[in-house]
């Protein structure tokens, strides 16, 4: 099982992913979710908690359901 980090690590991978996917860059989405790019940067390196607020934001924006963000492999931290 993996603990709080590894979680907020493989959302945040998860968002970045999906980011990149569509050719969305990190200033670009962090200003369409009304947030600072920084506090994007930390959701996406997993540094910090995201609330379910910014996670709808951003899956509105990147136009996915937020289950697809938050399913993560719980077994395995990589």
């Not at 990149?20 to 009304?34: I, Y």
């Not at 959701?43 to 399913?71: C, P």
Request: charged share 25%; aromatic share 4%; glycine share 6%.
């Amino acid at each position: 099982m993996i603990n709080e980090v590894q979680l907020y690590t493989l959302i945040g991978k998860k968002i970045r992913k999906i980011r990149e996917q569509q050719g969305v860059s990190q200033q670009d989405l962090a200003a369409w979710c009304n947030i600072e790019k920084s506090n994007l940067c930390r959701i996406e390196a997993g540094r910090t908690n995201l609330t379910l607020k910014s996670l709808f934001k951003i899956s509105n924006v990147l136009g996915v359901h937020i289950r697809e963000i938050v399913d993560v492999d719980l077994e395995d931290p990589n």
